[in-house]
C-alpha cells in the first residue's frame, strides 16, 4: 500500500514539474509579447504625432486636405417640363 501511495506521488511530482516548464515558457512568451506591445504603441503615438503635426502645418499653410484649390459650382437652373419641351 506504500509502495502504491509512493508511486502515485512520484508520477505527480514528475506531472508538477512538467507544468511549472509550461508555466516557464508561457512567462516567457507573455514577456515578449508585452514588449511587442509597447513598442506598438509607441510606434502608433509617434505616427499619431507626425500627423497631427502635419494636419496642423495644412492648416497653419491654409491647405486644404486633398492639396486642391476649392471650386465653387454654379447652381443648375432647373427647367419647367413645358421649357423643356417646347424650348426657350
Do not use: C, Y
Request: proline share 2%; no cysteine; charged share 25%.
Amino acid at each position: 500500500m506504500i509502495a502504491m501511495l509512493q508511486g502515485e506521488l512520484d508520477r505527480k511530482s514528475e506531472q508538477l514539474a512538467v507544468k511549472d516548464k509550461q508555466i516557464e515558457e508561457l512567462n516567457a512568451r507573455l514577456a515578449e509579447v508585452s514588449s511587442a506591445l509597447v513598442t506598438a504603441q509607441q510606434t502608433a503615438a509617434a505616427a499619431q504625432a507626425l500627423h497631427a503635426g502635419t494636419m496642423h502645418q495644412q492648416l497653419l499653410s491654409g491647405k486644404s486636405g486633398a492639396d486642391q484649390p476649392e471650386r465653387e459650382t454654379e447652381p443648375v437652373q432647373k427647367r419647367s417640363w413645358f421649357s423643356r419641351f417646347f424650348g426657350d
